[in-house]
């Protein structure tokens, strides 16, 4: 194997949205700026993703200056949606958790509305610094993540993915594959490892930033939603099912928490470093 670099970045304004892949990205402590600062609820204040709505998958957010988002999708007109100003924040329920968030205009929760035929609303995390610690069973004290799924990145592994649709090719749904590594909404794919190399990663830097490797990432129904046409199939999961189960979770991928600020760019040395 050659010397393992950062194959490609992710941000992902919106979660359950289509993000973009710039060519580096400001490292915070709660994740990517600008990554997963935005979500959608339903009218109980639930989290909307992909698992409820599979045609979020193409719903796209673009980043804009000052943290706004540019938000378009198939048959409407795009929407530009500001910061909301401060004010008065309302619950949002993730996973089970409570976070505070504030809501954006109203033109915003119409549009995701109309998109989705649904009633739905836009909320923005106004403090990820404060607004939602990470699970304490893997966090060091002061640990906050932004609305992604519990940890502030996701690492994944071209040289997984290699192995990963080799399987699928073997299987009963192997006219699924292969499968593009969208399918697992990283925020940071590495190439130039050995496949599956990232399960005993417990340390890693890619160019000046260190990270904690925190725990595999368990998979859900998102990995078999076609981020192109929003139609779901079996694979990954039924491949993940057969080599990938560890305790009751089908892994790929692992997820990280910066230990130090800074700026990661495409082509950046990864290193090892436990």
């Not at 909307?48 to 378009?72: D, H």
């Not at 607004?131 to 004290?141: F, N, W």
């Not at 292969?178 to 399918?183: C, T």
């Not at 305790?247 to 090892?272: E, K, W, Y």
């Amino acid at each position: 194997m050659g010397i393992a670099e950062l194959q490609s970045i992710h941000v992902h304004p919106v979660k359950a949205f289509r993000g973009f892949s710039p060519r580096q990205a400001v490292v915070e402590p709660w994740g990517l700026a600008g990554d997963r600062r935005w979500v959608l609820i339903d009218d109980g204040g639930k989290v909307v993703t992909q698992r409820e709505e599979p045609r979020l998958a193409l719903a796209a957010a673009e980043l804009l200056s000052g943290g706004g988002i540019r938000l378009s999708a198939p048959g409407r007109e795009p929407l530009t949606v500001p910061v909301p100003e401060p004010g008065a924040t309302v619950p949002v329920e993730i996973f089970g958790t409570k976070v505070q968030a504030v809501l954006a205009a109203e033109a915003a929760h119409a549009w995701c509305g109309d998109y989705l035929g649904a009633e739905v609303r836009l909320a923005h995390m106004d403090d990820p610094a404060v607004r939602r610690p990470i699970d304490p069973g893997h966090a060091l004290p002061g640990e906050t993540v932004s609305f992604a799924d519990g940890y502030p990145l996701l690492v994944t592994t071209q040289a997984s993915l290699d192995a990963l649709n080799a399987l699928i090719a073997q299987g009963d749904r192997a006219q699924e594959g292969p499968l593009p590594m969208n399918r697992f909404r990283p925020n940071v794919v590495v190439r130039g490892t050995e496949a599956w190399a990232e399960d005993d990663w417990t340390r890693i830097a890619i160019g000046e930033v260190e990270f904690r490797v925190t725990k595999m990432c368990g998979r859900c129904v998102v990995t078999t939603t076609d981020q192109v046409t929003a139609e779901r199939g079996k694979e990954p999961l039924r491949t993940l099912a057969r080599h990938r189960r560890f305790a009751n979770q089908l892994v790929f991928g692992q997820n990280l928490v910066p230990r130090s600020p800074g700026t990661i760019r495409v082509g950046d040395p990864v290193r090892i470093l436990g």
